[in-house]
């Protein structure tokens, strides 16, 4: 088993994100660490423990981690497409267990110390947490087998158009993880938003009549109403699973493996990630690039919704 730590910010899609790897039998999820971003971080944290709650794994720590951004100002991405709590939507359990003595970071470090194993890394919010993580403890690198990342886009973005929400949120953190030497892979919106949900497939998901099956799927109903509504896509977009996914079914995703940088200083395009498939450095100026980055770009949607439905019937 591939042994894992989620460091998120739940959200609809976290939540759903950490579903899936509980259902999977190829990930051991050692911990969930939170960080402001969709909501405050108290909310996301209380949000982390009643998503675990409902999955009755009352076993997994939750650390409370940065409450905001390494030097801006936090803006919470949550009102406009998570509502109020960061959860809206289906009837949560009351928080089943407390969240960790230990902070965030605390916990991370602990978690990969102890482990015999290198530790893969699933943010899928913002990058503070992670980013402190390398900047204080460098020599952990070498325990860090990878990160799988959701956030950025080679060609879009969807907080402004150059930027998508976790790196625009605090986009120095995410130049320091991109810049780490780390191996990576980037679910970014090229291929998450082809990783989405109908209408009609969501009634699949609810008819499968379990309790996490029900539960996502009223998930899906609140969090689809921002994508049809103001993005006008065809589905609902599930982002943050995409960096599970990565992991467990790699067969189903194609991508390009570049360098990808972190603009902060742009006038229009703070928090892009810029992503260089063609390698112009190398091919005009000889020069050698790092290609840090595995970027995905396309999924095979059908096999990824089949496999997002069965791990969702797993869990009761
Ligand atoms: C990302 O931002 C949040 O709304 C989601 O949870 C996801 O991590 C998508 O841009
Ligand atoms: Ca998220």
Redesign the pocket.
């Known amino acids: 088993k591939i042994p894992i730590i989620i460091d998120?910010?739940?959200?609809h899609?976290?939540a759903m994100?950490i579903l899936w790897a509980l259902a999977s039998d190829k990930l051991e999820l050692k911990a969930v660490t939170t960080v402001a971003?969709?909501q405050t971080i108290e909310k996301v944290t209380t949000n982390a423990i009643k998503v675990l709650t409902k999955a009755r794994r009352y076993d997994i720590p939750v650390a409370k981690g940065a409450d905001k951004p390494l030097i801006r100002k936090l803006t919470v991405?949550g009102e406009v497409v998570h509502g109020s709590s960061g959860l809206e939507g289906p009837i949560l359990p009351e928080c089943g267990f407390e969240p960790s003595n230990l902070s965030a970071l605390e916990l991370l470090i602990k978690t990969i110390e102890e482990s015999d194993e290198k530790i893969t890394l699933v943010p899928?919010?913002p990058l503070t947490n992670i980013a402190t993580l390398l900047i204080v403890r460098p020599d952990l690198k070498e325990k860090i087998e990878r990160l799988s990342i959701?956030g950025g886009g080679a060609y879009m973005g969807n907080w402004t158009p150059a930027a998508e929400?976790?790196i625009w949120a605090d986009p120095e953190a995410a130049k320091v993880v991109f810049n780490s030497g780390l191996p990576i892979i980037m679910s970014g919106l090229d291929v998450t938003h082809k990783a989405y949900v109908t209408r009609e497939e969501n009634e699949i998901l609810r008819a499968q009549g379990n309790e996490i099956s029900v539960f996502a799927a009223e998930l899906i109903d609140f969090f689809s109403k921002y994508h049809y509504e103001v993005e006008g896509f065809p589905g609902c977009t599930l982002?943050?699973p995409t960096a599970i996914a990565a992991l467990i079914h790699p067969e189903i995703f194609t991508g390009v493996q570049c360098n990808v940088d972190v603009e902060v200083t742009g006038e229009l395009t703070t928090g892009m990630t810029v992503v260089d498939t063609i390698g112009y450095k190398e091919k005009i100026f000889g020069e050698k690039v790092d290609k840090n980055t595995y970027v995905l770009f396309n999924v095979d949607r059908k096999k990824y919704v089949e496999y997002f439905f069965e791990a969702m019937k797993a869990l009761n």
Not at 8 to 11: K, R
């Open positions: 998120c910010d739940p959200g899609d976290d994100a971003g969709n991405g899928i919010g959701m929400y976790n982002h943050d």
